[in-house]
């Protein structure tokens, strides 16, 4: 293999473990329809990177209501007077590409008494025919969604086409629906192109019409009355046929924006998050959908930024699905278009190592490779040597040495091997320097691959990294470790919200969800993704030697386990606000605990006493032993069976 396909393949690999694998990508996206599904009476598109399977730095969270009371028609004879629904007629006579005027039909009758009074006061008359104005669409939207709510009400900001709370953290916007494809971006359908879309794919997205957004052309003299239309939808279904090496493009696109680009206060807003998804859709269609593979990850993302440096260059990106529109026309005046050429450039020359700049690729070049993603039938015999096999059961020698290498065969050998499990042999002589360095390095191999091993199990993976950042601390790999720590918070940060909205979903649409669910050949979303506990071995090689384990297996909450993990990482590396910061996060975890336990409540109990044990262990490695004290005052207290030695430890320091 080249040196080019091998660095983009452990680059592919860093970025699935940084912004998330191709199953990650998939529990996002399917947890968001399911929350779609949960509400049937207004329906709901969730978009944005969010709704497209990205959780990254500045991902934004959109959602998109079609408002049940109104349809949109492209002229009067297919308004349909049997829906009762308020019809809506597009008018594009004077509007830019990509924005038009609903009307009422020329002969509309309201004879339901579908426009009540407050309906009407949207309209505006132009021409002597009724339009809806998109600005007093959206504040009559703001009345509705404010006004059951305390005061202030949650959505007080007008931002564009959307509604969004002060903070800025989501925006909402009711949108309209006309269900067929419409005229102006009829040549999408039929234009050449490579291979991509597909015929189905294509067919599937106008089978799903057009929305529109209440927002007009700035500058136009009849903005208020204009409404943009918006392919959401179309570009949501693009966006999930991507393969996962297109979708990481996509995402390094926006990094490099957000993180490096944007960076340079002139800069910032010039370009946009849509822009560089047209960009991106552009290459797919004229590209050969066979380059965009893990091997070529780096080559792909250096042609989209050549593209981008081309379109900012000469001021023209198209619209994707309405070429007339080029989203890059007047966009910056000659100065800025200069600087972000410059900026554009200079971080094409520099490759892939223009990510050394920003917050969420930095450590790319500190990765260690040895982090499995996939273990293979030769690494686990390497890692198995033959002279030991007496510590195996004897059908599992077998199945290691004899039997094919297939899913199920290593699942079974998975579970034997799990932490959870009786007959687990992790549980060596505990770590001892020695002068023979072939030894080292043989029980350094040896531990690395039962360790790996545990790791191919699904439904194992979080306790499994916490494991393997373990070993890799007792090995002095500390910035190896870090890394696997901040993967393993951000795994559970992801599992405990996406599990709550779909817990929330399966209350609000039952029958949908589940059914959404049963089509899934693995309903990844009902599987018991636990972060709460990781069981460890008072002699295992790879425990902290700060932490001395009194009972044969332990059970440690993973929680405060993690955050201790960085303390003691950082610790070693001399970074000191750092090191801080980790014993405040123990210090919340231990007063979240406290507010929540109760005489049953066992588990938080376990969990309250050891962030305290940890709080006090830590604070005794700086030199802090007032705060220490309290730390193993706090957890005796709770350490009622003797868990742990903060008692001993209490008394040392009194």
Same mark, same amino acid.
């Given at each position: 293999?080249?040196?080019?396909? @091998?660095? %983009?393949?452990?680059?592919?690999? #860093?970025?699935?473990?940084?912004?998330?694998?191709?199953?990650?990508?998939?529990?996002?996206?399917?947890?968001?329809?399911?929350?779609?599904?949960?509400?049937?009476?207004?329906?709901?598109?969730?978009?944005?990177?969010?709704?497209?399977?990205?959780?990254?730095?500045?991902?934004?969270?959109d959602i998109m209501f079609i408002d049940p009371l109104f349809k949109v028609y492209e002229s009067d004879r297919d308004v349909n007077v049997r829906i009762i629904k308020i019809p809506?007629?597009?008018?594009?006579?004077?509007?830019?590409?990509?924005?038009?005027?609903?009307?009422?039909?020329?002969?509309?009758?309201? =004879?339901?008494?579908?426009?009540?009074?407050?309906?009407?006061?949207?309209?505006?008359?132009?021409?002597?025919?009724?339009?809806?104005?998109?600005?007093?669409?959206?504040?009559? @939207?703001?009345?509705?969604?404010?006004?059951?709510?305390?005061?202030?009400?949650?959505?007080?900001?007008?931002?564009?086409?959307?509604?969004?709370?002060?903070?800025?953290?989501?925006?909402?916007?009711?949108?309209?629906?006309?269900d067929k494809w419409i005229s102006p971006a009829q040549s999408w359908v039929s234009r050449p192109r490579t291979t991509w879309p597909s015929p189905e794919l294509i067919t599937k997205?106008?089978?799903?019409?057009?929305?529109?957004?209440?927002?007009?052309?700035?500058?136009?003299?009849?903005?208020?009355?204009?409404?943009?239309?918006?392919?959401?939808?179309?570009?949501?279904?693009?966006?999930?046929?991507?393969?996962?090496?297109?979708?990481?493009?996509?995402?390094?696109?926006?990094?490099?924006?957000?993180?490096?680009?944007?960076?340079?206060?002139?800069?910032?807003?010039?370009?946009? %998050?849509?822009?560089?998804?047209?960009?991106?859709?552009?290459?797919?269609?004229?590209?050969?959908?066979?380059?965009?593979?893990?091997?070529?990850?780096?080559?792909?993302?250096?042609?989209?930024?050549?593209?981008?440096?081309?379109?900012?260059?000469?001021?023209?990106?198209?619209?994707?699905?309405?070429?007339?529109?080029?989203?890059?026309?007047?966009?910056?005046?000659?100065?800025?278009?200069?600087?972000?050429?410059?900026?554009?450039?200079?971080?094409?020359?520099?490759?892939?190592?223009?990510?050394?700049?920003?917050?969420?690729?930095?450590?790319?070049? @500190?990765l260690n490779c040895e982090i499995p993603v996939l273990l293979t039938q030769q690494t686990i015999k390497e890692s198995y040597p033959v002279s030991r096999k007496v510590t195996l059961?004897?059908?599992?020698?077998?199945?290691?040495?004899?039997?094919?290498?297939?899913?199920?065969?290593?699942?079974?050998?998975?579970?034997?091997?799990?932490?959870?499990?009786?007959?687990?042999?992790?549980?060596?002589?505990?770590?001892?320097?020695?002068? $023979?360095?072939?030894?080292?390095?043989?029980?350094?191999?040896?531990?690395?691959?039962?360790?790996?091993?545990?790791?191919?199990?699904?439904?194992?993976?979080?306790?499994?990294?916490?494991?393997?950042? %373990?070993?890799?601390?007792?090995?002095?790999?500390?910035?190896?470790?870090?890394?696997?720590?901040?993967?393993?918070?951000?795994?559970?940060?992801?599992?405990?919200?996406?599990?709550?909205?779909?817990?929330?979903?399966?209350?609000? $649409?039952? =029958?949908?969800?589940?059914?959404?669910?049963?089509?899934?050949?693995?309903?990844?979303?009902?599987?018991?993704?636990?972060?709460?506990?990781?069981?460890?071995?008072?002699?295992?090689?790879?425990?902290?030697?700060?932490?001395?384990?009194?009972?044969?297996?332990?059970?440690?909450?993973?929680?405060?386990?993690?955050?201790?993990?960085?303390?003691?990482?950082?610790?070693?590396?001399?970074?000191?606000?750092?090191?801080?910061?980790?014993?405040?996060?123990?210090?919340?975890? #231990?007063?979240?605990?406290? +507010?929540?336990?109760?005489?049953? @409540?066992?588990?938080?109990?376990?969990?309250?006493?050891? %962030?305290?044990?940890?709080?006090?262990?830590?604070?005794?490695?700086?030199?802090?032993?007032?705060?220490?004290?309290?730390?193993?005052?706090?957890?005796?207290?709770?350490?009622?069976?003797?868990?742990? +030695?903060?008692?001993?430890?209490?008394?040392?320091?009194?």
């Amino acid at each position: 293999m080249s040196s080019d396909k @091998s660095l %983009s393949l452990d680059f592919y690999k #860093y970025l699935c473990q940084k912004i998330g694998s191709e199953e990650d990508v998939r529990v996002r996206r399917l947890t968001w329809i399911v929350c779609d599904l949960g509400f049937p009476e207004v329906p709901q598109i969730t978009s944005g990177s969010i709704g497209e399977g990205l959780d990254i730095k500045g991902s934004d969270f959109d959602i998109m209501f079609i408002d049940p009371l109104f349809k949109v028609y492209e002229s009067d004879r297919d308004v349909n007077v049997r829906i009762i629904k308020i019809p809506l007629v597009l008018d594009t006579g004077n509007t830019h590409p990509c924005f038009t005027q609903l009307r009422l039909p020329l002969h509309f009758h309201d =004879d339901s008494n579908l426009l009540n009074s407050r309906m009407k006061q949207m309209f505006e008359q132009d021409c002597l025919v009724n339009k809806l104005s998109n600005e007093k669409y959206k504040l009559d @939207s703001s009345y509705i969604m404010n006004r059951d709510s305390p005061q202030p009400g949650p959505l007080t900001t007008i931002h564009g086409p959307c509604l969004s709370d002060k903070y800025g953290e989501y925006d909402l916007a009711f949108c309209l629906k006309c269900d067929k494809w419409i005229s102006p971006a009829q040549s999408w359908v039929s234009r050449p192109r490579t291979t991509w879309p597909s015929p189905e794919l294509i067919t599937k997205i106008t089978s799903c019409g057009v929305l529109f957004v209440p927002i007009g052309c700035k500058g136009s003299s009849r903005e208020n009355l204009e409404w943009r239309v918006s392919f959401s939808v179309a570009e949501k279904c693009l966006i999930y046929s991507f393969s996962h090496t297109q979708l990481l493009c996509y995402a390094l696109l926006k990094i490099l924006l957000k993180e490096i680009v944007e960076e340079h206060e002139d800069l910032k807003g010039l370009l946009c %998050s849509y822009f560089l998804k047209t960009l991106i859709f552009w290459i797919s269609e004229e590209s050969d959908p066979s380059i965009w593979k893990p091997d070529n990850i780096i080559q792909c993302f250096m042609a989209c930024l050549k593209r981008l440096i081309y379109c900012v260059e000469y001021s023209t990106l198209l619209h994707y699905f309405i070429p007339d529109n080029n989203l890059l026309y007047m966009r910056f005046n000659s100065d800025l278009k200069h600087s972000m050429t410059y900026t554009l450039k200079n971080l094409y020359q520099q490759g892939i190592d223009c990510f050394v700049n920003s917050e969420t690729l930095k450590d790319f070049t @500190s990765l260690n490779c040895e982090i499995p993603v996939l273990l293979t039938q030769q690494t686990i015999k390497e890692s198995y040597p033959v002279s030991r096999k007496v510590t195996l059961k004897p059908f599992l020698y077998y199945m290691l040495h004899h039997c094919r290498w297939t899913n199920l065969a290593r699942r079974i050998f998975t579970f034997f091997l799990s932490p959870e499990h009786d007959d687990l042999e992790l549980q060596d002589s505990k770590f001892q320097p020695r002068s $023979n360095n072939k030894h080292r390095y043989n029980e350094y191999k040896h531990i690395f691959g039962k360790l790996s091993i545990v790791l191919s199990s699904k439904t194992k993976t979080i306790p499994g990294w916490l494991m393997l950042a %373990s070993f890799f601390y007792v090995h002095k790999r500390y910035y190896t470790s870090i890394i696997i720590i901040n993967h393993a918070l951000k795994k559970h940060q992801d599992e405990e919200f996406y599990q709550n909205n779909i817990a929330t979903c399966l209350i609000q $649409n039952k =029958d949908s969800v589940w059914t959404l669910l049963q089509k899934e050949k693995i309903p990844m979303l009902l599987k018991t993704h636990k972060l709460d506990f990781i069981f460890l071995g008072r002699n295992w090689s790879y425990i902290p030697p700060e932490v001395k384990l009194k009972k044969r297996i332990n059970m440690i909450p993973s929680l405060p386990f993690a955050h201790f993990l960085h303390f003691l990482c950082y610790y070693h590396l001399h970074a000191t606000s750092s090191c801080k910061e980790s014993l405040q996060k123990l210090y919340d975890l #231990y007063s979240l605990y406290y +507010d929540n336990v109760t005489e049953d @409540s066992k588990n938080i109990v376990l969990s309250m006493m050891h %962030s305290s044990f940890f709080i006090g262990i830590g604070f005794q490695m700086i030199g802090d032993t007032i705060t220490a004290r309290k730390g193993f005052q706090f957890a005796a207290n709770w350490d009622r069976t003797k868990i742990t +030695d903060a008692a001993a430890r209490l008394s040392c320091l009194s």
